[in-house]
């Protein structure tokens, strides 16, 4: 069982950025990969990045160029650091954990384990 606690949101002016962590508990973080998800009101939840045992990354095309993911696996973290941000990127931000890929990296189900989320409002 993998627990995640994601942190970091809030509200920022647009153009600004925000750092989203997720720290995850567990011996066994360095062993999966990691995602981020996000879902707006009325939305469903969409793929926003994610990585790799590897650290291989991977982004949906909305936010290329502008957001990072990367990995502490020392400290069992994942982060989203989120740069030029538009008042479209408002949502709530979740964080997910996949044991074992099935092929479907962008798809909600292809995750077991997920955190609370943690609002991102960007104001215009």
């Known amino acids: 069982q993998v627990q995640l606690v994601e942190s970091g949101g809030g509200l920022v002016q647009a153009g600004g950025s925000l750092r989203l962590s997720c720290a995850a508990s567990g011996r066994t973080f360095s062993s999966y990969a990691m995602g981020w998800f996000r879902q707006a009101p009325g939305k469903a939840r969409e793929f926003v990045a994610r990585i790799s045992r590897d650290s291989l990354t991977y982004y949906t095309d909305s936010v290329k160029g502008r957001f990072t993911i990367s990995r502490d696996n020392a400290k069992n973290t994942v982060y989203l650091q989120m740069n030029s941000l538009k008042p479209e990127d408002t949502a709530v931000y979740y964080c997910?954990?996949?044991?074992?890929?099935?092929?479907?990296?962008?798809?909600?189900?292809?995750?077991?384990?997920w955190g609370q989320g943690t609002q991102v409002t960007v104001s215009s």
């Open positions: 997910a954990a996949d044991p074992a890929y099935s092929g479907n990296y962008r798809a909600v189900f292809e995750y077991d384990y």
